[in-house]
């Protein structure tokens, strides 16, 4: 075997090597939707740790969507009632995959539900949620609820530790899985955890 053939070999041995540490060791690392890092509506790095102790409803949104009026209201409504303070996040991440309906601006999304609906749950920067491109953090949901979102108002729950526990489609309205939320809710331990301890951008 001549050497550039031995050099190409051991190459290549090295990239594998390399690579299945780096996947190994990420599938170690990720192993709870908490552990990644995102970007809020702002621009800025948040990591998802700071969610840990609580359930997290994490919601695929849209501005131009049949869905969109019901569900924001349904989503509003859901973070002021009183049995859920502190005890469930609402995280919504817009997506412009689904019919081409969230094709503004993060911040003309963020001046848009705030002004219409008064939105005060965290908003995160606009992602895909599905295929190749889809933000690490929603290839761990959708592989660990074995579904994919097929539209907007994909709503996936997630426990405090960050394993996936159910999702729903856009046509499960908000009330119908009330119960299922609130039984999360009340196993969840808020005050285990300092959120204030983690800044939005690092």
């Known amino acids: 075997m001549g050497f550039q053939a031995l050099r190409l070999l051991f190459l290549v041995n090295i990239f594998m090597t390399w690579h299945v540490d780096y996947c190994h060791g990420r599938?170690?690392?990720h192993d709870n939707f908490y552990d990644f890092t995102v970007k809020n509506i702002e621009g800025k790095r948040v990591r998802l740790?700071?969610?840990?102790g609580t359930p997290s409803?994490?919601?695929n949104v849209a501005?131009?969507?049949?869905?969109?009026?019901?569900?924001?209201r349904d989503l509003v409504d859901l973070s002021k009632d009183p049995q859920f303070e502190d005890r469930l996040n609402i995280l919504a991440f817009p997506c412009n995959q689904f019919g081409h309906q969230?094709?503004?601006?993060?911040?003309?999304?963020?001046?848009?539900v705030k002004a219409l609906y008064d939105v005060e749950f965290p908003l995160f920067a606009k992602v895909e949620v599905k295929?190749?491109?889809?933000?690490?953090a929603w290839q761990y949901l959708t592989s660990n609820a074995h579904q994919e979102p097929t539209w907007n108002f994909w709503k996936?729950?997630?426990?405090?530790?960050?394993?996936?526990k159910d999702a729903w489609g856009p046509d499960v309205p908000i009330?119908?899985?009330?119960?299922?939320l609130l039984t999360e809710a009340l196993m969840a331990d808020p005050y285990h955890y300092h959120h204030a301890h983690f800044d939005d951008e690092f």
């Open 57 to 59: 409803l994490v919601v």
């Open 131 to 136: 295929g190749y491109d889809a933000d690490p």
């Open 49 to 52: 740790e700071k969610y840990r």
């Open 175 to 180: 009330h119908s899985i009330y119960g299922e």
């Open 102 to 112: 969230e094709p503004q601006s993060n911040e003309e999304i963020k001046h848009y």
């Open 156 to 164: 996936f729950l997630v426990d405090s530790e960050g394993k996936v």
């Open 27 to 29: 599938r170690e690392w």
């Open 63 to 72: 501005s131009d969507c049949g869905y969109t009026d019901r569900t924001y």
